[in-house]
């Protein structure tokens, strides 16, 4: 009996263990059902919303939300992380649009260009048709967004939320200065010699300019011819400004085309403008000079009234003086224009108080164009003649009298022009350039001696001419006025001789 007793409470006690499993099985089941339902539920529940938190008061959990095309005034969850939510933030919207999350910040929409700021966290934008738009700067750009920068914004909420790697003033210009310095430059010594007493001295010595209450230039002009170093003077001029800061920083140099400026769309110019000098203001704050130099100036400065480009210089022109004008206040920011055809220039931007210094940068001389070959051809590149006679030979070449083109002047006068009367400095880098590649080609194919040679100056100088790739043809005559660098009489007819 005892033994069967203790054989049945070991079948009861197995029982029990079993009938507690179905029960902890039974329990997980309903569990898994009831997470089931829930979950069929919830999809029977309707999508959240998102919208864009404006501001709001975390003491009384409400927020004033821009969602579904309006501005709306809604709680917030105690759940929020606190910290979370900064203007701008882009929030999810729960039932009974309650903000039960924040979700970072926008990163798609409408691209804009910056203009300028005002106040901390308030910027003027100007979206791709020119229509500017005054909106809030969301947290991450409020310390980061300045003039000139691409934003990704929301015209209707009002608001910038990224700072997109593309700025519109960076496609017109480098700001970065540029490694020319004047032992750079040859055959412009007098040009120099003027922008160094012009320029560079209120920045050398502004305690004397304050001393003389005499107010630093706020631009000048180079005018000339081209290929002849217009654009080389205005980039070591920011070199040079750069070195005499003396406190290890550096200038900026803003380059401007003149051609790159003009766009079809009405105002979208000026627009450009404003932009460049408001870049140039904030550059210039910390007190570096900053220098501003347009390039081809004529194709878009031109003299209002002139019948050129739909009459847009009356309204273009304008605008340049007017930030010419406004540069009064911040002594360290320089305008310098370079032109091939000065007399096409709105007399206003030449006047006093502008760009009020002229220099005249004319085709190098024989001795000027000495100058320039010296700076081209140095001990440092092979040569197998002394490198005077290399100089000798090419300037023989440049100059001998060779006839290239007859020009008919208005007043029933003609002109015969040579070669010569075409040398610029940057032909004179082409030739240096032809004859170094001579030189190589002779030396891959075996010859005795190697480095540049007289005759391959000669024969560089003769393809330079050949070639005249800088001259204009028959069908524009008036050309032969811009690229020759005589004004006052005007081409009707060119004949070319060579």
């Not at 001393?211 to 980039?235: F, N, S, V, W």
């Not at 002139?306 to 605008?319: A, F, H, L, R, W």
């Not at 320039?372 to 030979?393: C, G, K, M, N, Q």
């Not at 005559?477 to 004949?495: F, K, L, M, S, Y």
Request: proline letters at 6%; one cysteine or more; aromatic letters at 6%.
């Amino acid at each position: 009996m005892d033994n069967e007793m203790r054989e049945l409470q070991r079948e009861i006690q197995a029982m029990g263990a079993r009938n507690k499993r179905l029960a902890e099985l039974l329990k997980a089941s309903r569990d898994k059902l009831a997470d089931l339902h829930a979950q069929l539920e919830s999809l029977e529940e309707p999508a959240n919303p998102y919208g864009i938190y404006l501001s709001g008061s975390r003491t009384k959990l409400e927020a004033d939300v821009f969602t579904s095309g309006r501005r709306m005034r809604v709680k917030v969850s105690p759940n929020v992380e606190p910290g979370t939510l900064v203007p701008g933030a882009l929030v999810r919207l729960g039932e009974g649009t309650i903000v039960v999350e924040a979700c970072g910040f926008d990163d798609s929409g409408q691209l804009g260009t910056m203009v300028e700021r005002i106040g901390r966290d308030r910027a003027v934008v100007a979206d791709q048709q020119g229509a500017e738009s005054l909106i809030h700067l969301a947290q991450p750009l409020i310390d980061t967004a300045r003039s000139g920068d691409t934003l990704l914004f929301d015209p209707r909420v009002g608001f910038a939320f990224e700072r997109v790697p593309k700025t519109e003033v960076n496609q017109l210009s480098l700001e970065e200065v540029p490694d020319v310095t004047y032992d750079d430059i040859g055959g412009l010594a007098s040009q120099i010699e003027t922008i160094k007493d012009s320029v560079e001295l209120p920045f050398s010595h502004p305690e004397l300019y304050r001393d003389y209450d005499l107010a630093p230039p706020k631009g000048l002009l180079l005018y000339g011819p081209p290929g002849c170093g217009k654009t080389l003077i205005a980039k070591a001029v920011a070199n040079s400004l750069s070195h005499r800061i003396g406190d290890g920083g550096s200038a900026h140099f803003i380059n401007v085309k003149g051609p790159e400026l003009l766009n079809k769309f009405v105002g979208e110019t000026e627009r450009r403008i404003r932009l460049i000098f408001e870049r140039a203001r904030e550059l210039a704050s910390d007190g570096r000079p900053v220098i501003v130099f347009f390039d081809e100036m004529e194709s878009i400065f031109r003299t209002r009234g002139s019948g050129v480009s739909s009459d847009m210089e009356t309204t273009v022109v304008p605008q340049l003086l007017t930030e010419i004008d406004g540069v009064e206040g911040i002594a360290n920011v320089i305008v310098i224009g370079a032109t091939n055809r000065e007399e096409l220039i709105d007399p206003a931007i030449l006047r006093p108080g502008r760009l009020d210094i002229k220099i005249r940068v004319s085709r190098p001389t024989r001795e000027e164009a000495r100058d320039i070959f010296s700076r081209y051809l140095t001990d440092s590149v092979p040569h197998a003649e002394p490198i005077p006679a290399l100089i000798d030979a090419a300037v023989d070449a440049l100059f001998a009298p060779r006839p290239f083109v007859r020009l008919e002047l208005v007043d029933g006068t003609a002109e015969v022009l040579h070669y010569r009367d075409f040398v610029s400095g940057a032909m004179i880098a082409n030739i240096v350039d032809r004859a170094k590649k001579l030189a190589i080609k002779e030396h891959i194919a075996g010859a005795s001696t190697s480095g540049v040679t007289v005759e391959h100056m000669r024969a560089a100088v003769r393809a330079e001419q050949d070639e005249s790739e800088d001259l204009p043809n028959t069908a524009n005559p008036d050309e032969w006025a811009r690229i020759t660098g005589r004004q006052g009489r005007r081409v009707v007819a060119a004949e070319v001789l060579g």
